[in-house]
């Protein structure tokens, strides 16, 4: 009995895969035909598939003729799914070797496409072809590659199928039943899931029998009853009860079951073989010999037709083709990618040469492009150091001349009118002295002083060495009535050669506005961080055209003494308007 149950699990398995075969097919036409546009070939298809099974001769007409209108490499994928729906046609006659023959062409063409759907396809099916020759390991393996692409593609039905087509392996051609029940059982689950009947009920066949076989037939039974009760009963359902009931040696219920299947039609010449091989098996059991023989003859004749050396031969003969082939292809395509590879590699070292020689070219150009900016660098530098000495020495030339304008008009007059005073006391005799006139004297005097003072103050004020900026810039802003001065940020002092270039960057800004800009009110702002200083001086003046000031308005200075610190100025004036000088100077720890 152990034969006839793994005859059955193999005939089960070979239902599952055409089953699988419609469905991949059918759900993969939107992508597999899209290039197709008789409606005649798709019409003629559909038609063939739905043969198969029961009229496998009108199918392989269908599809013959279909097979002259797939020629052409845009037709590869039409021409594969046709010829793996023709070895489900030639399965169900027993033709091995057509089978065989219309599998390996699929499987080119699908590898060909690289079309994931005809492959799992294939697969399913060629696995079929090693199960019914019982090559266990190949079987195995093929069922295993469509799992993997089953899973890539995250189709649970398909998934599904190569499950069970797994389980069905390893109970009937390894006999290993504990590896083969979680196949079953993670079939009937994923089943469940997605609602798809058909794998749930083939799996829990299959489970049906592992547990017949076991030795437990009221559990088998149950389960066969539940199927049946909620999907119907089939020849598969019949023939697991005929089991059973073989197991519980109710001879006479099994062999009613099984000649009951006899009458009906079948998808599979190896099932009704091994459904005659059981009937005779009882009958001999039962010492009916007669009635054994018979169906042992008839057992035999339908073996000897499907199994025969020449089968075998044609098969093993097509696959040894297929995989010449295939290496004849890869052995051809190492040669071109070889080839490929030495024009490549020309072509890299031409361009490598190019690259070089350019790059070198590239090299003395940049090079003497350096030299010639380096040596255009040298003459700006030397430029702007002319320039700003030519500046130091202006500002230095119109500094002296406003000094001895100061000296002479301001301190120089108050002087001599004191030496007038003082020359006429001289020659006045002591006893008539006029007070008035030493008064006047002396006040000249202190006049002088304080106008020396303010000479000095202006050159380098006492405050600035004394007190720093802050406070310098302060006492000189509280000297003009309309300025208003402050001071933000650090108060952390700078270098005594800052402190003057910026006291006297003020002092001009502030005296500007007081000369040019008519302003009512002057704001004199600085603000110290860490490493720079900004200053700002407002007025709202009458204000000038910026353009103007740029082709000179006295500001030279200024902005010497700025870019000897590397800063900046910014000056934004409108007419009536007022003016803003801003200056940014780094200041060096």
């Given amino acids: 009995m152990r034969l006839k149950i793994l005859h059955f699990m193999f005939l089960l398995a070979l239902v599952v895969i055409n089953c699988s075969v419609l469905f991949f097919t059918t759900s993969c036409n939107s992508n597999s035909y899209k290039t197709v546009n008789d409606e005649e070939f798709q019409e003629l298809l559909e038609k063939s598939k739905t043969l198969v099974i029961s009229e496998p001769d009108s199918a392989l007409m269908i599809l013959y003729e279909l097979l002259p209108l797939q020629q052409g490499d845009d037709n590869a994928l039409n021409r594969g799914w046709t010829l793996n729906i023709m070895s489900v046609a030639y399965d169900t006659k027993g033709m091995y070797d057509s089978v065989a023959y219309c599998l390996y062409e699929a499987y080119r063409l699908a590898e060909q496409a690289e079309n994931d759907n005809l492959l799992i396809s294939v697969y399913g099916n060629l696995g079929v072809l090693q199960f019914e020759l019982k090559n266990a390991e190949e079987a195995i393996n093929y069922y295993l590659k469509g799992l993997a692409l089953a899973e890539k593609q995250q189709d649970s039905l398909k998934i599904a199928h190569q499950l069970n087509n797994l389980g069905n392996a390893y109970m009937t051609l390894s006999g290993e039943f504990e590896k083969a029940i979680p196949y079953f059982e993670q079939c009937m689950e994923i089943s469940l899931n997605i609602k798809e009947y058909h794998p749930y009920v083939v799996s829990g066949f299959n489970l049906a029998q592992i547990y017949n076989e076991l030795g437990e037939c009221d559990k088998a039974l149950q389960m066969i009853t539940n199927i049946t009760e909620q999907y119907g009963s089939n020849i598969y359902a019949d023939f697991t009860l005929g089991e059973i009931y073989f197991k519980k040696n109710n001879y006479k219920a099994a062999i009613h079951e099984w000649k009951e299947i006899l009458k009906k039609p079948m998808n599979t010449r190896e099932f009704e073989f091994t459904i005659l091989k059981n009937i005779a098996e009882v009958y001999k059991i039962e010492g009916s010999l007669d009635s054994a023989i018979v169906y ?46 030495t024009w490549l590699s020309i072509a890299g ?17 940049t090079k003497q492009k350096r030299k010639k900016a380096e040596i255009k660098i040298k003459q700006l530098e030397q430029e702007k150091q002319l320039v700003a000495t030519q500046a130091v020495l202006d500002g230095e030339t119109q500094e002296r001349s406003r000094l001895a304008r100061d000296l002479h008009d301001g301190l120089g007059s108050i002087l001599a009118a004191a030496k007038y005073n003082l020359s006429d006391i001289k020659k006045t005799p002591m006893e008539l002295i006029n007070i008035a006139l ?6 000249l005097l202190d006049d002088s002083m304080r ?30 009535p309309i300025a208003t001065f402050a001071y933000y940020g650090d108060e952390t002092p700078l270098n005594s050669k800052l402190n003057v270039m910026v006291y006297r960057i003020i002092h001009e800004l502030v005296s500007n506005a007081l000369k040019h800009s008519g302003a009512s009110h002057i704001l004199v702002q600085i603000f110290q961080e860490s490493d720079r200083l900004s200053l700002v001086v407002q007025d709202n003046g009458c204000g000038f055209n910026t353009e103007d000031e740029l082709k000179g308005m006295g500001l030279a200075n200024i902005r010497t003494r700025v870019a000897a610190y590397n800063g900046a100025i910014l000056i934004d004036s409108k007419p009536e308007v007022g003016t803003e000088v801003s200056v940014e100077l780094k200041v060096e720890s």
Avoid at 438 to 443: E, N
Wanted: charged residues 25%; glycine residues 2%; aromatic residues 8%.
């Fill in 438 to 443: 030493l008064d006047k004297a002396l006040t």
């Fill in 349 to 365: 070292v031409a361009v490598l040469l190019s690259a070089l020689i350019a790059l070198f070219f590239i090299v003395l150009w």
């Fill in 296 to 341: 042992l003859d008839k057992s035999y004749i339908l073996r000897d037709s499907l199994h025969n050396q020449q089968t075998i031969e044609t098969i093993q003969n097509l696959k040894i083709a297929y995989e010449t082939e295939k290496k004849d292809l890869q052995i051809s395509k190492l040669e071109e990618e070889k080839q490929f590879v």
């Fill in 451 to 480: 106008e020396m003072r303010r000479v000095a103050h202006h050159l380098m004020p006492e405050s600035l060495t004394r007190y720093g900026l802050k406070q310098s810039i302060a006492d000189f802003c509280q000297s003009i």
